[in-house]
């Protein structure tokens, strides 16, 4: 998850709090002090998935193809200009993704994999979903 994305979600922390549902995310990988740098854009719980089994069976990759691609250079900019500046360390190939998952057999509620990097979720598909679980936990 990039940051200005992480410091979207945490925007609605408070509207997420008032209906009980928590706001976590999981990466896959911790490079020196990058958690903690990335925990100030972020005010959830933050796990590390090291075997990335999170990530699926089958891992989406980004190559050196996503040099090519407009739409990525329009979301570095974009990001550029709201002032969030990235970083060169790591892995940075794998692309990520947002769900939304109820308890039990509710299951998955919203799904946003990334087509290309910087390719973020609507944040009013978060709400919507995240209102589902309160709604159908009433039930």
């Avoid at 990058?34 to 719980?45: A, H, I, M, N, V």
């Avoid at 090519?68 to 250079?73: A, D, E, N, T, Y």
């Avoid at 550029?80 to 509620?109: C, H, M, S, T």
């Avoid at 799904?111 to 039930?139: C, P, Y």
Wanted: hydrophobic share 45%.
């Amino acid at each position: 998850m990039c940051r200005e994305e992480a410091a979207e979600l945490s925007s609605l922390k408070s509207q997420l709090q008032d209906i009980e549902v928590p706001l976590i995310v999981v990466v896959k990988e911790n490079i020196g002090k990058e958690l903690d740098l990335f925990k100030k854009y972020f005010s959830g719980k933050v796990y590390v998935d090291h075997q990335r089994n999170f990530y699926g069976p089958q891992e989406r990759w980004m190559f050196f193809s996503m040099f090519l691609r407009v739409g990525v250079w329009r979301n570095l900019w974009r990001a550029y200009r709201k002032g969030f500046r990235g970083n060169w360390r790591g892995e940075g190939l794998v692309l990520g993704g947002l769900f939304v998952i109820g308890p039990g057999d509710q299951g998955i509620l919203l799904e946003h994999r990334e087509k290309e990097f910087g390719d973020k979720v609507n944040m009013l598909a978060v709400l919507r979903a995240a209102r589902q679980i309160t709604m159908d936990m009433a039930w």
